[in-house]
């Protein structure tokens, strides 16, 4: 990460709280609304936060189902990622508190479902980018012609501009065949990461996003790729901790309240409707359309350009089962040659409590395949491929399984998607965008959402004190 690059939770410039006598609408409760509410709101402004659903953390949620706390996905985030982190921090849910863990040391341990070869993918105490040299030379998953040839690439990934414009028209694919590897180095090391990271198959993802990841996350800082996740349900921070640290702020939250398109005209004004279909109208002097893509094209007052949304979605799927037994000896689990990518035991953060019984969630990224497959053949099939990974999983009997879909987790990241991404700013006067999807230079993940919450923050706060 270069210095330009670490953004922190409070890094809009010290000032006076001179937002006071003014008010901002935020649209969208996702991790962009909630980080754009809580900046303004310590810059003075009264905020008021409407989100349509009845839970805060937009796509990094979680929701019941009987005794169980079921996130709608499994997310994962890097030391990399600062602004994120820097919002758990405030939100009172860094790993110091036990709600989330980060690695001290990025340790991956990979398994191939087809030939049971197991290997781990960890850093030393070396710097970048030899902090990984041993392990990739020792990286069993790959022959060693192929090993010999990874550090290609690497070193022109370090070189490779992710802003770009002409970098984001190629593909990551093409980019690695180019730099000599080999099929099976595309589908057992790089895809590993890229294809959880960016959501897309390699051969379609945009460079500029993955020459992001892997410089940021793996190249630039030894730490910088140290793995972290929540190791409670993801609504008990992005929902329960949210709400208390907005109101601490002085945020009103207005859930399962729906905001209508904006009209055309002078006057800054937001329709919304509540649960009960009442009808209220709120002035403002600022408003945020924390939303995705697609909702903000039809929420920003027309005619106005959304050549944004063609950015697309592609979706992710989780599989849940839950066996009779552990099944798994370590937290997590990457899979090569298998549909099954990425396998978290959540026993002890959903609620299960822990043995007898466990649970593991297992994450189909760029999952265009399997999106429509019946929930009982997507059974069928992974607990086949669980067998495949985890011999205690062979003599465990599952009790459930059960499938979350999310066919839209994120813009489709192919090449040419950076060119489709707004800044903050819209041609209409105190109208904002923010939004993981919106141009912060990452690709859509908690990181990008906060990063875009703080730009929209600081663009409201820079013109409304004249400096925009
Ligand atoms: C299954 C899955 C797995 C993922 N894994 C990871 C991961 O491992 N790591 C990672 O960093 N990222 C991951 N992501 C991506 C990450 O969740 C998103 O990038 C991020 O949460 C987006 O936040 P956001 O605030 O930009 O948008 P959203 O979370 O989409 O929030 C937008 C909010 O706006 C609300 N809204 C829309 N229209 C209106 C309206 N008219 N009125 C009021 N409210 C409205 C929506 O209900 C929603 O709550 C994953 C996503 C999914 C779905």
Request: charged fraction near 20%; proline fraction near 6%.
């Amino acid at each position: 990460m270069t210095a330009k690059d670490e953004m922190t939770f409070d890094s809009l410039p010290a000032g006076p709280r001179d937002g006071v006598g003014r008010h901002a609408v935020v649209v969208g409760g996702g991790l962009a609304g909630i980080t754009t509410a809580l900046v303004l709101a310590e810059r003075g402004w009264a905020v008021t936060l409407a989100e349509a659903r009845p839970r805060l953390g937009g796509r990094a949620t979680s929701y019941r189902r009987g005794e169980l706390t079921v996130d709608n996905g499994q997310h994962v985030f890097l030391r990399c990622c600062t602004a994120y982190r820097g919002l758990l921090a405030r939100l009172g849910a860094g790993p110091e508190t036990g709600l989330t863990h980060l690695q001290q040391k990025l340790d991956i341990p990979l398994k191939s479902a087809v030939d049971a070869t197991t290997t781990r993918l960890r850093r030393n105490r070396m710097p970048a980018p030899l902090h990984l040299a041993l392990s990739l030379g020792g990286y069993r998953l790959l022959p060693l012609r192929d090993r010999a040839r990874l550090a290609g690439p690497a070193l022109a990934l370090r070189f490779t501009d992710p802003a770009d414009p002409d970098v984001d028209q190629q593909g990551f694919g093409p980019f690695l065949r180019k730099h000599g590897q080999s099929k099976a180095a595309v589908d057992r090391l790089w895809s590993v990461i890229s294809t959880a990271t960016l959501n897309i198959n390699a051969d379609d993802a945009s460079l500029a996003l993955a020459a992001k990841v892997f410089r940021t996350g793996l190249l630039e800082h030894a730490d910088g790729s140290d793995l972290g996740y929540a190791k409670v349900p993801l609504g008990q921070i992005h929902d329960e901790l949210a709400r208390k640290a907005l109101g601490a702020a002085g945020v009103t939250v207005l859930d399962s309240t729906k905001v209508e398109p904006l009209a055309a005209g002078n006057d800054l004004s937001v329709t919304v409707t509540d649960r009960s279909g009442q009808r209220t109208r709120l002035n403002a002097d600022a408003v945020i359309l924390a939303v995705p893509h697609d909702a903000a094209a039809t929420l920003l007052p027309q005619p106005h350009p959304t050549g944004f949304s063609r950015l697309g979605h592609s979706p992710i799927l989780n599989i849940h089962v839950r066996y009779d037994r552990p099944v798994m000896d370590e937290p997590f689990l990457a899979a090569v040659d298998s549909p099954a990518q990425w396998i978290f035991d959540r026993t002890a953060a959903s609620g299960v409590g822990g043995p007898p019984g466990s649970y593991l969630a297992i994450t189909v990224s760029a999952a265009d395949e399997l999106a429509d497959t019946p929930t009982r053949d997507l059974a069928v099939l992974f607990e086949a491929e669980l067998g495949r990974l985890l011999p205690k999983a062979r003599d465990a009997r599952v009790e459930e399984i059960f499938v979350t879909r999310e066919q839209h987790a994120t813009f489709r990241q192919e090449r040419g998607s950076a060119a489709l991404r707004p800044g903050p700013r819209t041609a209409v006067p105190g109208v904002y965008l923010a939004g993981a999807w919106t141009a912060t230079g990452w690709p859509d993940t908690m990181e990008s959402a906060v990063r875009s919450g703080i730009n929209a923050a600081r663009l409201v706060v820079d013109q409304t004190t004249g400096e925009g």
